[in-house]
């Protein structure tokens, strides 16, 4: 026997479905590099001009800032060179195709792009490779390619020759002492967020007998050269984390290894042993704490023998263990590769909020951005990196918060526009001063911070002022950062218009029957209110004009709707706020009865009254849930209904 089942719906109105949007880190560190070495992505070529390298670079952090990005690890140093004035080594062959040679008008890459990042309120990390002297040996010889005041001139005793690429020797003193000068020079003249060091230590391509002599001149106790090769490089990371706390302590240290730790850690991962053959030793720098983070390049998909699922949770419990940050390296250039899914990158994103203890990312590399190969460039612009983020806090550099903002105002022009000023707020120690300030707009109370869909300027310079000219009442605040970006609690401005109390903004599945509130206004006698299904009211469902601050309301089911009030004594209205009323019961079958049996082919059926319905949806099927639908009736005005 054929079983039909039915189900009853009171029809009342068509419904907006409101879907809220995806959880947004408050604080999440979302960086790309830069890269500069054989001019990947700027200069775009060493042959331009000034002005085109200086709107190129200023285009790709706007561009960068656009998609949702907060930091930008710039290359600085390829090979023993500069991409900034410096007076230990040479202006990079890349910048003008002569190593030596410099910018023909007045200017400092370095200090250009710190200003334009702040003013993007964006952080700017000097990316510097450590021992790399000559990228390509087989041009040594070209014209322009090698500076006569180039370290490989100045001093041929501390280079190492590879076929694929010369280094200086980590074992020497000197050498440790050299690049702690030149890295430490940046620090001292520019004003970087941090210092970012990458995983060319010791050759991809290994090394056999060409240190021996350093290593028996100077073992240090060692006698096994590989654990010395890996101190090399340690007492390096040492040396700079302590130089730079010495005088810019709010700077951040930190270094990007190869993504494999060793082959099988974690169990299954395969891959080149970096331990044995780069001879860097990552959980070294962590359990000594020698770094603030460290940025693993780990730029494979899901799955196989260097599975990103498998890797980015090991490499996070390391540094939470040992204290320090871990923000993952993707590979945003891999994404136009044909074996790479086109929601490759957005999973990833997905893991690494999913895994506690993994504080962001960092892509390689930017040109990446202006392809947008497979729209993934659009999947962090739209949805990963729609609202801005913080950057993570690094407590063990500090954690006391700046002081909130002074004097916050808001000023109100004619045409609607708001102007927003404040002071700085008054300090005792320097470092606790305000360096930079973020300005949160809602249409509701700012007592939550946590929601970043608020934030709407992020500002590094002191202008203390921010214009808006969004339509409608909100209410602003602002807080304070740190040099360490720590928050401030938030100054609140004024409001002309009235509060509203409940229902509160964007409450769903209320009684139809339900209470507005708001809070008196000072100076008021009298109080407009108004329901509306669109934000314009411009045929307002509901007006009403009463001294009280709060009204009783009969509504529809399942419906949203707008309301805003005005006091009589201000041309202001309340911020609009939107709710949404709950379904209706659940109506009462009469006839049939369920699971009878024998039923007439053309039956009546009938269902008990439902007040306030204005009509009424039936639908039935051959199976329970209702996938196979032989009816599907809809604005039945009766409580009857005969099927023929």
Same mark, same amino acid.
């Given at each position: 026997?054929?079983?039909?089942?039915?189900?009853?719906?009171?029809?009342?109105?068509? +419904?907006?479905?409101?879907?809220?949007?995806?959880?947004?880190?408050?604080?999440?560190?979302?960086?790309?590099?830069?890269?500069?070495?054989?001019? +990947?992505?700027?200069?775009?070529?060493?042959?331009?001009?000034?002005? #085109?390298?200086?709107?190129?670079?200023?285009?790709?952090?706007?561009?960068?800032?656009?998609?949702?990005?907060?930091?930008?690890?710039?290359?600085?140093?390829?090979?023993?060179?500069?991409? /900034?004035?410096?007076?230990?080594?040479?202006?990079?062959?890349?910048?003008?195709?002569?190593?030596?040679?410099?910018?023909?008008?007045?200017?400092?890459?370095?200090?250009?792009?710190?200003?334009?990042?702040?003013?993007?309120?964006?952080?700017?990390?000097?990316?510097?490779?450590?021992?790399?002297?000559?990228?390509?040996?087989?041009?040594?010889?070209?014209?322009?390619?090698?500076?006569?005041?180039?370290?490989?001139?100045?001093?041929?005793?501390?280079?190492?020759?590879?076929?694929?690429?010369?280094?200086?020797?980590?074992?020497?003193?000197?050498?440790?002492?050299?690049?702690?000068?030149?890295?430490?020079?940046?620090?001292?003249?520019?004003?970087?967020?941090?210092?970012?060091?990458?995983?060319?230590?010791?050759?991809?391509?290994?090394?056999?007998?060409?240190?021996?002599?350093?290593?028996?001149?100077?073992?240090?106790?060692?006698?096994?050269?590989?654990?010395?090769?890996?101190?090399?490089?340690?007492?390096?990371?040492?040396?700079?984390?302590?130089?730079?706390?010495? @005088?810019?302590?709010?700077?951040?240290?930190?270094?990007?290894?190869? $993504?494999?730790? #060793?082959? $099988?850690?974690?169990?299954?991962?395969?891959?080149?042993?970096?331990?044995?053959?780069?001879?860097?030793?990552? +959980?070294?720098?962590?359990?000594?704490?020698?770094?603030?983070?460290?940025?693993?390049?780990?730029?494979?998909?899901?799955?196989?023998?260097?599975?990103?699922?498998?890797?980015?949770?090991?490499?996070?419990?390391?540094?939470?263990?040992? $204290?320090?940050?871990?923000?993952? $390296?993707?590979?945003?250039?891999?994404?136009?590769?044909?074996?790479?899914?086109?929601?490759?990158?957005?999973?990833?994103?997905?893991?690494?909020?999913?895994?506690?203890?993994?504080?962001?990312?960092?892509?390689? &590399?930017?040109?990446?951005?202006?392809?947008?190969?497979? =729209?993934?460039?659009?999947?962090?612009?739209?949805?990963?990196?729609?609202?801005?983020?913080?950057?993570?806090?690094?407590?063990?550099?500090?954690?006391?918060?700046?002081?909130?903002?002074? =004097?916050?105002?808001?000023?109100?022009?004619?045409?609607?526009?708001?102007?927003?000023?404040?002071?700085?707020?008054?300090?005792?120690?320097?470092?606790?001063?305000?360096?930079?300030?973020?300005?949160?707009?809602?249409?509701?109370?700012?007592?939550?911070?946590?929601?970043?869909?608020?934030?709407?300027? +992020?500002?590094?310079?002191?202008?203390?002022?921010?214009?808006?000219?969004?339509?409608?009442?909100?209410?602003?605040?602002?807080?304070?950062?740190?040099?360490?970006?720590?928050?401030?609690?938030?100054?609140?401005?004024?409001?002309?218009?009235?509060?509203?109390?409940?229902?509160?903004?964007?409450?769903?599945?209320?009684?139809?029957?339900?209470?507005?509130?708001?809070?008196?206004?000072?100076?008021?006698?009298?109080?407009?209110?108004?329901?509306?299904?669109?934000?314009?009211?411009? &045929?307002?469902?509901?007006? /009403?004009?009463?001294?009280?601050?709060?009204?009783? @309301?009969?509504?529809?089911?399942?419906?949203?709707?707008?309301?805003?009030?005005?006091?009589?004594?201000?041309?202001?209205?309340?911020?609009?706020?939107?709710?949404?009323?709950?379904?209706?019961?659940?109506?009462?079958?009469?006839?049939?009865?369920? /699971?009878?049996?024998? @039923?007439?082919?053309?039956?009546?059926?009938?269902?008990?009254?439902?007040?306030?319905?204005?009509?009424?949806?039936?639908?039935?099927?051959?199976?329970?849930?209702?996938?196979?639908?032989?009816?599907?009736?809809?604005?039945?005005?009766?409580?009857?209904?005969?099927?023929?």
């Amino acid at each position: 026997m054929k079983k039909m089942f039915m189900a009853l719906l009171a029809l009342i109105l068509t +419904i907006n479905i409101l879907f809220a949007e995806g959880s947004s880190p408050k604080r999440e560190f979302r960086a790309v590099w830069l890269s500069t070495v054989n001019n +990947i992505d700027w200069p775009k070529s060493k042959y331009d001009s000034d002005s #085109k390298k200086q709107s190129d670079l200023k285009n790709y952090l706007i561009k960068l800032k656009d998609s949702g990005c907060n930091a930008v690890l710039m290359q600085v140093r390829c090979a023993c060179d500069a991409m /900034y004035k410096s007076d230990i080594e040479p202006w990079s062959y890349w910048f003008s195709g002569t190593q030596g040679k410099g910018p023909n008008i007045e200017w400092d890459p370095l200090t250009f792009a710190v200003e334009e990042a702040h003013k993007l309120g964006m952080e700017l990390h000097a990316w510097v490779n450590p021992y790399r002297a000559v990228v390509s040996p087989s041009s040594i010889n070209n014209s322009g390619y090698i500076a006569s005041s180039h370290v490989t001139k100045q001093h041929p005793d501390w280079i190492l020759k590879f076929s694929s690429v010369y280094i200086l020797d980590p074992g020497l003193p000197e050498v440790r002492d050299y690049i702690s000068d030149v890295l430490m020079d940046i620090v001292n003249r520019y004003d970087i967020d941090g210092l970012h060091m990458d995983d060319y230590f010791y050759p991809y391509s290994g090394i056999t007998t060409e240190d021996t002599a350093t290593f028996s001149y100077d073992p240090r106790g060692f006698e096994n050269i590989h654990d010395w090769r890996r101190d090399n490089i340690n007492l390096l990371v040492e040396g700079i984390m302590d130089s730079i706390k010495n @005088v810019k302590p709010w700077v951040k240290w930190g270094i990007s290894p190869f $993504g494999i730790y #060793k082959p $099988g850690v974690p169990e299954g991962i395969s891959g080149m042993n970096a331990y044995s053959t780069l001879y860097c030793d990552p +959980i070294a720098w962590l359990a000594n704490q020698t770094v603030d983070y460290i940025t693993p390049q780990c730029y494979w998909a899901f799955g196989g023998g260097q599975d990103y699922g498998k890797l980015i949770p090991w490499w996070a419990e390391q540094a939470y263990y040992y $204290g320090r940050h871990f923000y993952p $390296g993707q590979a945003m250039y891999r994404v136009k590769d044909s074996n790479w899914d086109r929601d490759e990158i957005p999973r990833q994103i997905q893991l690494n909020r999913e895994t506690e203890h993994c504080d962001g990312s960092v892509f390689f &590399t930017a040109h990446s951005f202006y392809d947008n190969t497979k =729209n993934s460039t659009d999947s962090l612009r739209l949805s990963y990196y729609k609202y801005p983020a913080l950057w993570p806090i690094m407590n063990w550099k500090d954690s006391i918060p700046p002081a909130a903002p002074q =004097n916050a105002h808001l000023n109100i022009a004619n045409d609607g526009s708001k102007t927003l000023t404040w002071d700085a707020p008054a300090y005792i120690d320097p470092i606790d001063s305000a360096y930079a300030y973020v300005i949160y707009r809602a249409p509701y109370p700012l007592d939550d911070l946590s929601d970043m869909s608020n934030a709407k300027d +992020i500002q590094f310079h002191q202008d203390h002022i921010f214009k808006d000219d969004a339509e409608g009442m909100y209410y602003y605040g602002i807080t304070s950062l740190d040099r360490y970006k720590l928050e401030s609690p938030i100054a609140k401005t004024d409001h002309p218009f009235v509060e509203l109390l409940q229902p509160f903004y964007a409450d769903a599945s209320l009684p139809k029957d339900l209470q507005l509130k708001w809070r008196n206004k000072e100076g008021a006698t009298r109080f407009t209110m108004e329901i509306a299904s669109s934000t314009d009211f411009s &045929t307002p469902l509901q007006q /009403y004009t009463m001294s009280d601050t709060v009204r009783d @309301v009969d509504l529809n089911y399942q419906t949203s709707y707008y309301w805003r009030v005005k006091a009589d004594n201000t041309v202001y209205w309340s911020p609009t706020w939107l709710f949404s009323t709950q379904l209706p019961p659940q109506v009462q079958t009469l006839a049939p009865f369920a /699971y009878l049996e024998g @039923v007439d082919l053309d039956p009546v059926l009938t269902w008990k009254s439902f007040e306030d319905a204005s009509s009424y949806e039936l639908q039935i099927a051959r199976d329970e849930a209702m996938s196979n639908l032989l009816v599907n009736e809809s604005s039945i005005s009766d409580t009857s209904w005969q099927l023929n």
